[in-house]
């Protein structure tokens, strides 16, 4: 398990934290390049089938980074984000995948620093699940 | 052509050593050369650059190709730029699609090969996304110009006097008989002192005068219809049985038996059933209080009519329905006084000679009850005068907050009444202070200087004042007790009666202490939370007049620099659509979206956006649980193809 290089999508919005993460960028902050940014203009753009799909075409973890409550440049597109996958999460378990390969935070566009934590600790965690196996959606990865 | 027949043109970016140090372009370049799907790949060395965009354009004019994928820093910094170029070349600018390999990849990734597969894949996803990629056009519409401001107070003033100046139709509706607001009831503004009539009168009469400008008063806003660039007002003009013919020359005034409180001096002084607010309003029209002339009460009197030299009185008038049409709103409503409640436990309404502070600017004004004469209840100058900071804020039972201002106004009081009575001992009573910058630290000083004294209390709730003879005790924590002639409450600013309800209509949001909440409050603090409906002056948070007036001017600017006559409005090109042959009118887009930019076709039983509303969130397309809503540049299928294109070639 130690060479498992977990695949990890993660779904950022245009404002705070796809500039979070450049602003990592900026301060030279390293984190594992297993993270891969998909740019959204807000995280109410993540249609959690999106998520599924991440999940179903290889990726072992998904993380969803928007802008801090109260900041979003839509409103309020983040909270919406946060009510729909609060449920998202109960569900993600019925389809057999464990809710820990699954994470929504905060990153402000000033937060370099921050987004190397979310992202490295994410990494950590996600390659210490394993990788993904879904064999249809029966097979179960929790109790 | 078949997505799978696409071609990108593949442009890599070196930025000198900043991307070239981090990642192996060479192999980028020869893995990409290999692909089917993509025409050719160029490296530079700085493709923003004068001479790299000039080789970008140069490069898609000699080779056709369907889309163009630049590998270079974050999109954040040049993705416009060259999209332009792009555009410059012929191609849509849609066709572009940057993947970040510098700052989200060889900036933050520690090993080269790492940090080259990392980029690799990113620039993978951008090709596989470009296969979707649709153009995008610029959309405008036409739009009114003209602009329509609610509330004649001191920034919607000025917001009608800068756009009528810059040419456009203004309408001011004011809820009052005229013009001035909460400013018009002042004297002297601090720190600086400046005369308010004196700053007024100016604007008073360019408004008058101004033929871009047309006043509605007396008058409330009973709908608000329509969208940026194209709003409808629905205004009830209250009747004022005298027509515009009066003049204003008050010889009706002597004419009318009844007399009452007067509004415009809070309660404190006397009008006439037929009245003006003061000498000089505008508009100079007089106005008859319906429940207490005596025509309309018992039809006995009709004495103001035979004493009109205009034949001005029409006691046949009746309320009137307009409607207004315009481009932008400007919601300039401002604030009210507390409710006296809140300062009852500081003998407000029990004990003679303590006042409000909107009361003592009544009263130290030369257009108040008085006259400007600073007195007592029984006429006599005070020679002590105590001033309680913050009564009624900073409290749970009253206003939680701080309102900013009202520190400066307290500390005029002494001001003021030293100027009628120079050996007058002030005692100004505070737990804190705010002045904030040079300007107000001075005027803090200032009345130091000139003997006021500050007295700091434990806290604000031991404040309590008892009546002493003919003076007033004021006790606190804190302090040793004072005897004075006069008590004055400095009262905050609270949101004006019926902004609540006006923010329903408007459907515009109010923030947590009930002004209207700013659109953003930093970047856009004079805008509502609705596109196109701007605000000005307290009605978004307490503020001084200096500020009330630049956010009017904000308001304005704003406004028509968005909107300008014989242009269109440009539209968000990245807008939501909905297909309206798959909709099934479910209305969930309706209940997500932020801007109430989505509204139901009942005959087609379809949800149907408004793209000048629409910003482009796509809020709406992720909650389609029928795919119908889509939005545009971050399309399903562009984001599926990235999706995959991070995680497998």
């Known amino acids: 398990m130690n060479n498992f290089e977990p695949k990890i999508v993660a779904f950022v919005c245009n404002w705070c934290s796809y500039a979070g993460a ?40 998904v993380m969803i980074l928007g802008c801090h409550p109260g900041d979003c440049h839509y409103r309020n597109g983040n909270m919406k984000t946060l009510r729909r996958f609060r449920l998202f999460e109960k569900m993600l378990e019925q389809f057999g995948i464990n809710r820990q390969r699954f994470f929504l935070d905060w990153v402000a566009a000033g937060e370099g620093k921050k987004f190397q934590e979310v992202t490295t600790e994410m990494t950590e965690r996600v390659r210490n699940l394993g990788p993904l196996e879904i064999k249809g959606f029966v097979e179960r990865e929790v109790g | 052509m078949s997505k799978a027949d696409l071609k990108a043109g593949l442009f890599l970016c070196r930025c000198g050593a900043n991307i070239a140090d981090f990642v192996d372009l060479e192999r980028v370049a020869s893995v990409a050369r290999n692909r089917d799907d993509v025409a050719f790949v160029k490296t530079h060395d700085f493709l923003c650059s004068v001479a790299g965009k000039e080789f970008l354009r140069e490069t898609l004019e000699n080779n056709i190709v369907d889309n163009v994928i630049i590998a270079a820093c974050s999109p954040k910094m040049y993705e416009k730029a060259f999209q332009k170029t792009v555009s410059d070349a012929g191609m849509n600018f849609a066709k572009v699609s940057m993947a970040n390999i510098r700052e989200q990849c060889g900036w933050v990734t520690k090993d080269k090969e790492d940090a080259t597969k990392k980029a690799q894949m990113l620039i993978n996803a951008a090709i596989k996304r470009s296969a979707h990629n649709e153009n995008l056009q610029q959309q405008s519409m036409d739009c009114l110009t003209d602009i329509i401001i609610i509330g004649g107070g001191i920034a919607g003033m000025e917001s009608a006097i800068v756009a009528a ?37 100016p604007r008073l009469s360019a408004i008058k005068e101004h033929e871009n400008i047309t006043v509605v008063t007396n008058a409330e806003v009973t709908d608000l219809l329509g969208f940026f660039g194209n709003f409808t007002v629905k205004v009830k003009k209250k009747a004022r049985y005298v027509d515009d013919s009066c003049i204003g020359c008050e010889a009706c005034f ?147 907050y701080c309102s900013g201002i009202c520190c400066m106004t307290a500390f005029k009081v002494g001001e003021m009444v030293r100027k009628q009575s120079p050996e007058a001992v002030i005692y100004n009573i505070h737990d804190r202070l705010v002045c904030s910058g040079p300007q107000e630290q001075a005027f803090y000083q200032k009345q130091v200087d000139e003997g006021t004294n500050m007295l700091k209390v434990n806290s604000l709730s031991s404040i309590a004042l008892k009546k002493k003879k003919e003076k007033i005790e004021v006790s606190a924590d804190g302090i040793t007790s004072v005897e004075v002639d006069m008590v004055v409450l400095s009262t905050g600013l609270v949101p004006a009666e019926g902004t609540e309800k006006l923010a329903e209509m408007i459907h515009a949001d109010t923030n947590s202490a009930g002004f209207f909440k700013a659109d953003h409050a930093i970047l856009h603090e004079t805008g509502t939370t609705v596109d196109g409906i701007n605000a000005a002056g307290c009605c978004i948070d307490p503020c001084n007049s200096a500020t009330a007036i630049t956010r009017g001017f904000a308001a304005a600017g704003d406004a028509i620099a968005k909107l300008i006559p014989g242009r269109k409005l440009e539209l968000e090109m990245m807008t939501a659509v909905i297909d309206e042959d798959i909709c099934g009118g479910c209305k969930l887009c309706i209940a997500v979206c932020p801007y109430s930019a989505i509204t139901f076709d009942p005959e087609k039983k379809v949800s149907v956006v408004n793209e000048v509303i629409c910003r482009g969130c796509g809020t709406c397309a992720a909650s389609c649980p029928s795919g119908a809503a889509t939005a545009k540049h971050f399309t399903n299928d562009q984001l599926y193809a990235e999706i995959e294109g991070v995680l497998y070639e």
């Open chain 1, 22 to 61: 450049d602003k990592a960028g900026e301060q030279k902050l390293d984190y594992p390049a297993n993270v891969k940014l998909i740019r959204v203009m807000c995280t109410g753009r993540v249609d959690p089938q999106f998520v599924m799909r991440a999940f179903r075409v290889g990726a072992d973890g």
């Open chain 2, 165 to 201: 100046n810059a040419g456009r139709k203004v309408t001011i509706i004011e809820k009052e008989i005229s013009l001035g607001g909460g400013i018009i009831k002042i004297e002297e503004i601090a720190p600086n002192m400046e005369c308010a009539p004196c700053l007024l009168a």
């Open chain 2, 254 to 400: 002597e004419a009318c038996p009844v007399s009452c409180a007067s509004d415009f001096h809070l309660g404190m002084g006397a009008r006439k059933a037929i009245y003006t607010a003061f000498p000089g309003s505008v508009p100079a029209t007089a106005v008859i209080d319906r429940k207490q002339c005596l025509h309309f009460t018992d039809d006995s009197c009709d004495a103001c009519v035979a004493s009109c030299p205009f034949q001005s009185i029409d006691f046949d008038e009746t309320d009137e329905e307009l409607e207004f049409s315009g481009g932008a709103v400007i919601v300039a409503t401002g604030y009210d006084n507390p409710d006296s409640s809140l300062v009852k436990h500081l003998g407000y309404g029990a004990i003679e000679n303590v006042y409000t502070m909107p009361e003592f600017e009544r009263i130290a004004s030369s257009n108040g009850p008085t006259g400007g004469n600073i007195q007592s209840s029984n006429g006599g100058k005070p020679q002590s005068v105590a001033v309680i900071h913050c009564a009624g804020s900073l409290s749970k039972e009253g206003i939680p």
